[in-house]
């Protein structure tokens, strides 16, 4: 039986459940990527056809265009693109920037760009909390790029709805439920972080249909995650560079096949805390010794992809079932 839509899932609409299930799972090349893909749950979106644009604004040394598409699937999907004032973008090699998890859905793209509208209080927190006041995607452009940062399912513009929910909790309450969130997408056959992974394919063609050079992407914590999954899912990337991707697996995705996720695990009682617990996430139906209570940390490395004339490829298999690849380019950190 296909479980039904929580009512937060109501930007997406009715039929989103349906409209999830018939689409095709994603197939990249290479039997890696391909078992990633799976593991994730990926599903094949097609390249947004329309693109609508903005005119651009002058800000500083940057032009910045705001950008909109539709995925197929839930709402507008709303976007940034800057340049260095004058410049063209299909001139330049692109960058696809992507915004932290943070616990703050309230915001995604606008906290790494300055598009010349007043940034409300929370964005304004979030933006000097994490990246020292400053907008990396303006940065970025001046010195030469045409760079791409946009909303992610379940973020800004992509977010769900929350209707019972005061603006002011609204952060709060999405972080209280998104374990729900993520235990609806495993029972789909997908998880959170292939839905995500969806929407930054679709920004990922949009950055290469518009720039000419070569394609990068970077990220800080949750987007440098994003970037981790999008080298794992074989992308066509000529850089990346993921910053403080630090979290466990069990946090993205399930951790078990398909078949034994919608399971039920066991928690240990107060009157017995050494009987064995549920490392995972509620419902994937892992349980672990009480030595390994704790949710699995996977150790960092730096095996480095450096950009040279190609791209040198991590073993993405390892990477998205364990070891946060820290990938550099130019050999700077």
Do not use: K
């Amino acid at each position: 039986m296909t479980p039904a839509a929580p009512d937060s899932f109501a930007p997406y609409g009715a039929d989103a459940v349906a409209a999830l299930r018939a689409l095709p799972p994603l197939s990249p090349p290479g039997e890696r990527a391909a078992a990633v893909a799976d593991a994730l749950g990926v599903r094949d979106l097609a390249p947004a056809t329309t693109v609508r644009e903005s005119a651009p604004v002058r800000q500083g040394r940057v032009d910045v265009v705001r950008l909109s598409w539709e995925t197929g699937f839930g709402p507008t999907t709303q976007a940034w693109l800057a340049t260095p004032a004058g410049a063209r973008a299909a001139d330049l090699p692109g960058v696809l920037a992507f915004h932290a998890h943070g616990g703050v859905r309230t915001v995604g793209a606008r906290v790494l760009v300055d598009d010349g509208e007043a940034a409300e209080s929370r964005l304004a927190e979030v933006r000097d909390a994490h990246y020292a006041g400053r907008t990396p995607v303006n940065d970025l452009a001046a010195r030469g790029f045409a760079v791409l940062v946009h909303d992610a399912f379940s973020w800004g513009s992509r977010r769900l709805d929350h209707a019972d929910v005061a603006p002011a909790d609204y952060d709060r309450v999405s972080n209280r439920r998104e374990r729900d969130l993520v235990i609806w997408a495993s029972l789909l056959g997908t998880s959170l972080a292939g839905l995500v992974a969806q929407d930054d394919l679709v920004a990922l063609d949009v950055l290469a249909a518009r720039t000419a050079g070569p394609l990068g992407a970077f990220g800080l914590s949750g987007g440098g995650a994003r970037v981790v999954h999008l080298v794992a899912l074989d992308a066509p990337l000529d850089a990346a560079v993921a910053s403080c991707a630090v979290a466990p697996w069990s946090s993205m995705a399930p951790t078990t096949p398909r078949a034994t996720r919608a399971s039920t695990c066991p928690r240990a009682s107060p009157a017995s805390p050494t009987s064995p617990t549920c490392c995972a996430q509620p419902g994937v139906g892992r349980r672990c010794s009480p030595s390994s209570r704790r949710t699995t940390s996977f150790s960092r490395t730096r095996a480095c992809a450096r950009r040279t004339r190609g791209w040198r490829r991590t073993a993405p298999a390892t990477a998205v079932a364990g070891t946060w690849d820290a990938a550099t380019t130019r050999g700077t950190s």
